[in-house]
């Protein structure tokens, strides 16, 4: 059923589209495929049941529609996006459409020739991920042999004159290497660093127990952090992404659920948020099937979310709710197992002391969680996920 046949939520939702300014961020999602086998990969767990992708007609139909409505910023990501061969082809329309685009990716694929042929088109960023500043590490998170490939590609991204961002995901593994990591950076001549502390969904959701680091190693990495900071200046900008579970307040998530983030899922599927596919009872609207115009101003899935009509207690009433918009619908369903629940991250939610506080208190005491083994994102793990989320409806 398309979503313009559904009811939407409530008053205040079916108010919103009026004044709703169109989206500025473009995440195309280009595939669920990758190379790489990240114990955090914020793709779905269940992937493997979503293996159609669009074929390239319908990717460059969709970057139209999407800069048509307003979008400027544009990320190439996946998956790893280098595994569609139209990859350069949907870069150079892009680019001929006047998006600032900017590729996501492992490095995996990326030759000197796909360097060039990305330059070629128009390619104007690239931000490259990193598991860990040595190769132990690095492959171990992965479970690839990747780090001596991912430093020859840093080495030629500067050669051929792109900006670079390198990403790297926090967490129990590596926040203790944080000044070698910062150090890795700077000696390939980074312009950014995103030292982006995981937030839970997805695969890293899954291996929460084993990822989650003490307060303690978070705020001795922070204080890392801000020394090189201080000793280097502009050299190379980083960014501290704090972990939501150990914050008062939730984040004001995408700006807004369906404010200026719009998803677009390998197999065509709309997105207000990354993780939207994760929540129940969401019919989301495909690009193959509406238009992204309709998507994004009528849609039920869109305008679930949007305003605070839709909002509970204690956010209802309080004063503050402008400024995080009630937080992470994700988050508050992963943890509360309801949506419309406030984002426990909240200290003043009710839930906030069982569902986050207890996780953070059990991050420090209970090694031998912490031990078990990690479960790598791959198709066999994701069929078992699937299968075992399958279950556990039936019998709910």
């Known amino acids: 059923m398309n979503n313009h046949a559904q009811p939407v939520a409530d008053e205040a939702s079916q108010a919103a589209p009026a004044a709703l ?14 190379p790489l086998h990240c114990v955090f990969c914020y793709n779905p767990v269940d992937y493997t049941a979503h293996r159609r992708e669009l074929d390239t007609t319908q990717w460059l139909t969709a970057l139209r529609e999407a800069r048509e409505l307003g979008a400027a910023q544009l990320g190439f990501s996946g998956g790893e996006p280098l595994l569609r061969d139209d990859l350069e082809i949907l870069v150079a329309e892009a680019h001929k459409l006047g998006f600032y685009t900017n590729l996501i990716t492992s490095g995996i694929g990326l030759t000197d020739r796909r360097l060039g042929d990305l330059k070629a088109a128009g390619l104007d960023h690239i931000q490259l991920s990193f598991q860990d500043s040595a190769p132990e590490l690095n492959d171990f ?54 030292l982006a502390n995981t937030q839970y969904y997805g695969w890293a959701h899954t291996n929460q127990a084993q990822l989650m680091p003490t ?3 978070l705020d001795a990495a922070e204080a890392v952090v801000e020394r090189y900071r201080q000793e280097h200046g502009e050299r190379c900008k980083i960014f501290f992404v704090v972990p939501d579970y150990f914050e008062q307040r939730p984040k004001r998530c995408m700006n807004g659920w369906g404010a200026v983030f719009l998803g677009i899922a390998p197999d065509g599927a709309a997105l207000p948020c990354h993780n939207a596919r994760s929540l129940p009872g969401m019919t989301l609207p495909n690009v193959t099937q509406m238009p992204l115009r309709e998507i994004w101003y009528n849609s039920d899935t869109f305008n679930r979310f949007r305003g605070n009509g839709w909002m509970r207690e204690p956010c209802r009433s309080c004063d503050e709710k402008e400024r995080d918009l009630g937080g992470c619908r994700c988050q508050a369903h992963l943890l509360t197992g309801d949506p419309a629940n406030t984002d426990p991250v909240c ?50």
């Open 347 to 396: 200290n003043k939610s009710p839930l906030h002391e069982s569902a986050v506080i207890s996780v953070v208190r059990r991050a420090a005491t209970q090694v031998e969680a912490r031990e078990q083994p990690v479960l790598f994102r791959n198709d066999v793990n994701s069929r078992k996920l699937a299968a075992r989320a399958a279950l556990e409806s039936d019998i709910s």
């Open 141 to 194: 998170l992965s479970s690839t042999r990747t780090f001596d490939l991912k430093r020859r590609v840093a080495a030629s991204i500067k050669v051929h004159g792109f900006p670079m961002v390198l990403n790297c995901v926090l967490h129990r593994f590596n926040l203790p290497h944080v000044d070698k990591i910062i150090d890795m950076a700077l000696a390939m001549g980074a312009e950014y660093l995103e």
């Open 21 to 34: 300014a169109p989206p500025l961020w473009l995440l195309a999602e280009l595939t669920y495929r990758c």
């Open 215 to 217: 307060r303690a190693q």
